[in-house]
């Protein structure tokens, strides 16, 4: 059964950083892309970041390039999204995913994952 635990959300004032973790179980994660979505309140959920551990590709929202950045570690299964110069609109409960398949070039649609995590809130304050 496929797990995936995020940590390291909380509250942070605006320019601060966060790291987020998402720790994963239950398959063979180097063969598929991890994902970093997010949903802010009365917001659709959005595409973040993404990782390929076949290629090492990664891909970002237009909006974040910059400020934040996705990185793993294949033999522990964990992918990270460290945030930078976090503004109040970051705001959201942020979300790792797996990709349904394997591919070179991480997806950014999030109909391409199949499993995901409960969530962690980051809260940036002005």
């Known amino acids: 059964q496929v797990q995936l635990v995020e940590s390291g959300g909380g509250l942070v004032q605006a320019g601060g950083s966060l790291r987020l973790s998402c720790a994963a179980s239950?398959?063979?994660?180097?063969?598929?892309?991890m994902g970093w979505f997010r949903q802010a309140p009365g917001k659709e959920r959005e595409f973040v970041a993404a990782?390929?551990?076949?290629?090492?590709?990664?891909t970002y929202a237009d909006s974040l390039k910059g400020r934040f950045t996705i990185s793993g570690d294949s033999a522990k299964n964990t992918v990270y999204l460290q945030m930078n110069s976090l503004k109040p609109e970051d705001t959201a409960v942020y979300y790792c995913?797996?990709?349904?398949?394997?591919?070179?070039?991480?997806?950014?649609?999030?109909?391409?994952?199949?499993?995901w995590g409960q969530g962690t809130q980051v809260t940036v304050s002005s």
């Open positions: 995913a797996v990709g349904a398949n394997s591919a070179t070039y991480p997806p950014i649609e999030q109909g391409r994952y199949d499993y």
């Open positions: 990782i390929s551990w076949s290629g090492g590709s990664t």
């Open positions: 239950g398959r063979t994660f180097s063969r598929y892309p």
